[in-house]
């Protein structure tokens, strides 16, 4: 009677904690957005489709003081991640994770194509793609143009690049249609052909130094038209030898030049910021390059378009210039979907609170990196350490001031190209993303993790899938790769149909380690399938209200109840290395059955609590009887 009062305490408090309605000042969130399970795909990672685009030193130019050297060739698909590629001695850089932002290994659209039938067969349908701009580097986040597909994801490289050349930049008149934009373009139809929704990845933060816009400034000076488009610091002094040129670069960095903001107080420093870019021009030709995915024909409907995007570094931009694009956004496709990264506040140390940019007047949701430190904490008892109770208590924390839709819109986030994969994460228990790599920390574990992290892994999707919000999934996890932080996250993808070498290097010199065969991990993938039929099948888990039922410490417990659509499912974990039987209030329901794992399990209420036994690290998905 003790636990029932007080997870009937737990319960009420929950239901306490849930934002008050207000009326949104947009439409709603997209009603697609709160069904999405994802997976993000980096092309230049995914799949090589077509070696003839692979990119050459010359594609790679438009960057930070780049050097490639003479004998730089793309790195082949399955070559062992830390060995050396033979171009590494000739590198002016002498750090491998200096040395590998050159490698390329060739993947392009033409690769996504070829697997669609395998994305669809996973099970989910909405799609994050990394940047697809035409950009420099691996990652694409430091655009050379914002308005074409990168040339070397497309059929013809020299002939896109040649086309771009022609074009007035700012000028949306003058814009054609690449084959690389092409080839994208019959991709978003063939995903919708599936029902497969499509979102795109930009940086309406910085660009690449060879960015136009920058370029322009930097040969015509002051007189440049673009000007307030960046914060130049120093032009540079045609009647000197040296290079004065300078500008401020995101988090410092020179090859990734940031725009020009008014902050409101000026001297405000803390996301999220009041004002806006400073460039009103800057913001038309952002606002013209989003309409042109969207609409691609112009027509007025936006069916032949992508279907939102993910928005980067989006605490870093004043959130006025945010509640103009969402109107923008939302004038072009009232069912567009915008998905901020609202990330770290102080790293390593706090998150920022996602809660003022998810009031109907910005984003739908946030990259929900905050779910997972307590997930991670909780299922793997990894640094920062949570038990049950405090769970619940954190999350209940982390909603506040969060509306019921906007929950179940999150992208719930358990790894991505900016941090270890999902395994490497829980088989290393320290702080979440710091010192996540060996060349930060000797002792981080970069090989295949063991069975334990297998079933640590299994809950905390298991508990991911049922969770308010979309499952994410990050391209490579559900085969079982493994990785440190980036850049160990974005090894490339692993292939039943393609020969990887035995993983034998270690990153420091002189340390052995154990060999491990790359391989698809069948039984994990089968297992990932399984989950998104389970979340199809079920549409409470989208779209259902969440309620506490148990969250015990010491035995290691914990249940919640997803309700709605007609149904009602219990979602229980025992955490503990010992049989546990749990004591789950209910009411109402008499008869529930196991529908995950599918055992044909029958469970009875008797006197309003529901008795389940679970075996050591076991979690199971019951359903009330009709």
Not at 73 to 92: I, K, L, N, S
Not at 175 to 195: E, N, S
Not at 222 to 245: Q, R
Not at 602 to 619: H, I, N, P, R, T
Request: hydrophobic share 35%; charged share 25%.
């Amino acid at each position: 009677m003790k636990n029932y009062l007080l997870l009937l305490a737990l319960s009420l408090l929950f239901l306490h904690c849930q934002p008050s309605e207000k009326q949104d000042v947009q439409p709603q969130v997209p009603a697609w957005a709160q069904d999405a399970i994802w997976y993000q795909i980096f092309v230049e990672r995914f799949r090589n489709g077509d070696p003839g685009n692979d990119p050459t030193p010359e594609s790679m130019t438009g960057g930070y003081r780049i050097s490639v050297p003479p004998s730089w060739q793309p790195t082949p698909w399955g070559q062992d991640w830390y060995a050396p590629d033979p171009w590494f001695e000739e590198c002016r850089a002498t750090d491998f994770y200096r040395r590998v932002q050159l490698r390329r290994y060739g993947g392009d659209l033409q690769g996504v194509l070829d697997q669609i039938d395998y994305i669809q067969a996973l099970g989910v349908n909405a799609i994050y793609f990394n940047p697809l701009n035409d950009a420099p580097s691996l990652h694409k986040y430091d655009a050379r143009n914002y308005r074409h597909i990168d040339r070397n994801f497309g059929p013809d490289p020299q002939g896109d690049a040649a086309l771009i050349d022609s074009e007035t930049p700012n000028d949306p008149a003058t814009w054609q249609w690449t084959a690389a934009d092409q080839l994208f373009l019959k991709i978003v139809d063939a995903f919708h052909q599936r029902g497969i929704r499509v979102i795109l990845d930009y940086s309406w933060n910085h660009t690449a130094p060879g960015f136009w816009a920058m370029e322009d400034i930097r040969k015509n000076g002051p007189e440049s038209h673009f000007t307030d488009w960046y914060h130049i610091l120093k032009y540079d002094d045609p009647a000197t030898p040296e290079d004065e040129f300078d500008y401020e670069g995101w988090a410092g960095y020179k090859g990734m030049p940031v725009f020009n903001k008014t902050i409101v107080p000026p001297d405000d420093k803390e996301m999220p910021f009041e004002g806006n870019l400073a460039s009103e021009s800057l913001k038309q030709h952002i606002f013209n390059v989003s309409r042109r995915w969207l609409d691609p024909n112009g027509d007025g409907n936006p069916a032949d378009g992508i279907d939102g995007f993910r928005l980067d570094v989006a605490g870093e931009i004043p959130m006025g210039f945010w509640r103009e694009y969402r109107e923008q956004v939302r004038r072009i496709n009232p069912e567009a979907y915008l998905v901020g990264e609202i990330w770290w506040l102080h790293w390593p140390d706090s998150f920022c609170d996602p809660a003022p940019f998810l009031q109907g007047d910005q984003f739908d949701a946030v990259m929900n990196y905050r779910w997972y430190l307590i997930a991670r904490g909780l299922f793997a008892q990894a640094e920062p350490v949570v038990k049950p109770s405090e769970f619940v208590r954190q999350w209940e924390a982390q909603i506040q001031g969060i509306r019921p839709e906007y929950q179940r819109a999150m992208m719930n986030v358990a790894a991505s190209h900016d941090s270890p994969r999902l395994s490497t994460s829980l088989f290393n228990k320290t702080r979440y993303k710091y010192q996540a790599k060996p060349s930060e920390n000797p002792d981080y574990k970069i090989q295949k993790p063991d069975a334990r992290t297998r079933v640590e892994q299994q809950l905390l999707l298991l508990h991911q899938f049922t969770w308010l919000g979309g499952p994410h999934i990050w391209n490579g996890d559900e085969v079982g790769m493994w990785g440190a932080d980036d850049p160990d996250c974005r090894k490339p993808m692993v292939w039943q149909d393609l020969d990887y070498e035995v993983e034998r290097t270690h990153y420091l010199p002189g340390v052995e380690r154990n060999p491990d065969i790359v391989s698809v991990d069948r039984e994990l993938l089968v297992y990932y399938q399984a989950l998104a039929r389970l979340r199809h099948d079920h549409p409470a888990l989208a779209r259902g209200d969440m309620q506490f039922l148990l969250a015990e410490d010491e035995p290691m417990t914990l249940a919640y109840q997803r309700s709605g659509e007609g149904e009602t499912l219990i979602v229980a974990f025992n955490l503990s290395e010992e049989t546990q039987t749990l004591s789950i209030p209910v009411t109402g329901e008499k008869e529930w059955k196991a529908v995950f794992p599918v055992s044909g399990n029958s469970y009875a209420a008797e006197g309003g609590l529901l008795k389940v036994e679970l075996g050591a690290m076991q979690g199971v998905v019951l359903q009330s009887a009709k």
